[in-house]
């Protein structure tokens, strides 16, 4: 079966929103497209003497509520349809935070593990010198992603800044911290998800206290998260999970010891003394909360009747199959969704944006307080639409993001 294009998913998922929200069709149809989009070619010297030829993208999808913003990715598969989704997203993803952003993306065809370090840096550079009069602080603002790194992100400011003539921190976020990044940038998709964790636990009266936690992934959203659950609520995580497969212990595990050993010898499977279960058995577990932090489409109508957590987070982007969401839905568990529950990492983002431009840092403790506020209130708006409209969490998100664009559209002369 071929995989599905993530642009008609996008644009389907939008759809479904627009009869919730009886969308004209002038105003739908604007928003089912990209605003605008550029295609570059990048020629880089190569470390034997060759000049390669890089393809990449930068799709800006609509920027009403502001500068457009959104990550770059550097994959040997990528494609336009899968930038423009994700530039879709994007675009809800920063209205349902209500942030001043709109939504962008981009990538190149690359796998910048077969590139040196100088290649890369060359590569960085050349992408900037193709796109740089097409974006900046006030324009559209790019971010680390799939393989792109925060000093992938420094040369490219370094890059922009060189051709714009003075230093202009705030035209990528995600650098490092010594040259404009900002502090809580590491683990602020998970925090993020934390945050909203807590407000569906009260709203189900769930005692996070003595919950307990299963989490798919342990890379850095997973990781983060493992250790949050226990310093913020005290909950227990029961078991976690790698591409190796996963670790269980009904009393708890310890995270610490699970951690040091994923770090020795890249898997949580060789920790002692617990019993070992698979990525599927780890998504079944009687538990209070499943976070997913690893692939898409690891829900799906065939296992979906089996899950029994009461909260299902996704940091993770698109872990839940629609056919999926859908039985989850009427089997009463709540389903905080990807572009609400890992919205933290975009939110800090837009926090280092602010921060390049006012000329002042912030303390890790104002970054922590500054989420915590945007997310519980992006969580308690789009529960009151999924109690309003009668819907799911996820087409509550959408609708709630969508009409924030529409409005801005509209007092904008748009349409
Ligand atoms: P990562 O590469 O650091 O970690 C991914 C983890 O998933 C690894 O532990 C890997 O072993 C595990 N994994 C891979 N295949 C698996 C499988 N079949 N079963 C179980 N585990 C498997 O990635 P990350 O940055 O933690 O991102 C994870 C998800 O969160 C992705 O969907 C990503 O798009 C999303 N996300 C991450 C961020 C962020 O800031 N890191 C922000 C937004 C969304």
Known sequence: MSKPNPFETAQKQLDVCAKILNLD?????????????????IPVKMDDGSTKVFQGFRVQYNDALGPTKGGIRFHPEETVDTVRALAAWMTWKTSLLDLPLGGGKGGVICN?????????????????DAIWQFIGPDKDVPAPDVYTTPQMMAWMMDEFSKLSGKNRFGVITGKP?????????????????????REAAR???????????????YGNAGCHASFLVQEMFGSKVVAISDSKGGIYNPAGLDIQAACGIKGETTSVVNTPNVQKISNEELLELDVDVLILAALEN???????????????????????????????HKKGIHVIPDFLCNAGGVTVSYFEMVQNMSMYTWTLEDVYERLDVRMT???SKVLEASKRFGIDMRQAAYTVAVERVVEAMTSRGWV
């Open 203 to 217: 709203e189900l009266s769930i005692d996070m206290k003595t919950a307990t936690v299963a989490i798919q992934g």
């Open 298 to 328: 690891v829900v799906t109508a065939e296992n979906a009747p089996r899950i029994k957590a009461k909260i299902v987070a996704e940091l993770a982007n698109g872990p839940t199959t629609p056919e999926a969401d859908e039985i989850l």
């Open 25 to 41: 069709a002038g105003v739908h149809q604007m928003l089912r497209c990209p605003m605008r989009e550029l295609h570059v070619s």
């Open 377 to 379: 209130n992006a969580y």
């Open 112 to 128: 910048p593990k077969e590139l040196s370090t100088g290649e890369q840096e060359r590569l960085c550079r050349g992408y900037i």
């Open 177 to 197: 911290i010594c040259v404009g990044g900002s502090w809580g940038r590491g683990d602020a998709t998970a925090r993020g998800g934390m945050f909203t964790i």
